[in-house]
T-cell receptor
Framework: DTGVSQNPRHKITKRGQNVTFRCDPI?????LYWYRQTLGQGPEFLTY????????KSRLLSDRFSAERPKGSFSTLEIQRTEQGDSAMYLC????????????FGSGTRLTVV | SQKIEQNSEALNIQEGKTATLTCNYT??????LQWYRQDPGRGPVFLLL?????KEKRKERLKVTFDTTLKQSLFHITASQPADSATYLC????????????FGQGTTLQVKP
């Protein structure tokens, strides 16, 4: 297992377009998290899955954002009608359990909305 | 509301010295506290986890303390090296079913040769 994989690494899109990012977590990890990070800030929590169930969603996540984790494996994060304020690094992380070990993050997808 | 504060100013130190980074939290009673390292353009990498009943944790040149009375964690890197230059993030974790991490804004460490 090579860790958490995110694709694409970079995405440039025009305002108003839809974009989709993919995250492949570590295979035995049942928990998956999406975060967003802007320059100079720590990662901000967006949403959390345990297996295929989306159990928590941040108020930061407007209705233009949707995430799925079909069959509890990979996850996708879609942003509809992108805005310039959506430009950020989108990070995915996975973990096996709560608190006893650290979370494994992917390298992120850098989104630029022009 | 919950608040996590890390020094926003970069910390510049000379190679070989000990770097000490601070993480303060308010309106919070974390059961665990995690520290991560983040290099530019990369995702955070887990370094250490300390539990509320542990005062101190060590791993090689790293040492973390956790003072639940002061609501503070200190992160030390001894014998610092230029390769230690990065941003360090703390994430206090309350006991909850989700294990959702809330991060501080990070402190950038620059170790000069």
């Amino acid at each position: 297992d090579t860790g958490v994989s995110q694709n694409p690494r970079h995405k440039i899109t025009k305002r108003g377009q839809n974009v989709t990012f993919r995250c492949d977590p570590i295979s035995e990890h049942n928990r998956l998290y999406w975060y967003r990070q802007t320059l100079g800030q720590g990662p901000e929590f967006l949403t959390y899955f345990q297996n295929e169930a989306q159990l928590e969603k941040s108020r930061l996540l407007s209705d233009r954002f949707s995430a799925e984790r079909p069959k509890g494996s990979f996850s996708t994060l879609e942003i509809q009608r992108t805005e310039q304020g959506d430009s950020a690094m989108y990070l995915c992380a996975s973990s096996l359990d709560v608190g006893h070990s650290g979370y494994t993050f992917g390298s992120g997808t850098r989104l630029t909305v022009v | 509301s919950q608040k996590i504060e890390q020094n926003s100013e970069a910390l510049n130190i000379q190679e070989g010295k000990t770097a000490t980074l601070t993480c303060n939290y308010t309106n919070y009673s974390p059961a665990y506290l995690q520290w991560y390292r983040q290099d530019p353009g990369r995702g955070p990498v887990f370094l250490l986890l300390i539990r509320e009943n542990e005062k101190e944790k060590r791993k090689e040149r790293l040492k973390v303390t956790f003072d639940t009375t002061l609501k503070q964690s200190l992160f030390h890197i001894t014998a610092s090296q230029p390769a230690d230059s990065a941003t360090y993030l703390c994430a206090p974790l309350r006991w909850s079913n989700t294990g959702k991490l809330i991060f501080g804004q990070g402190t950038t460490l620059q170790v000069k040769p």
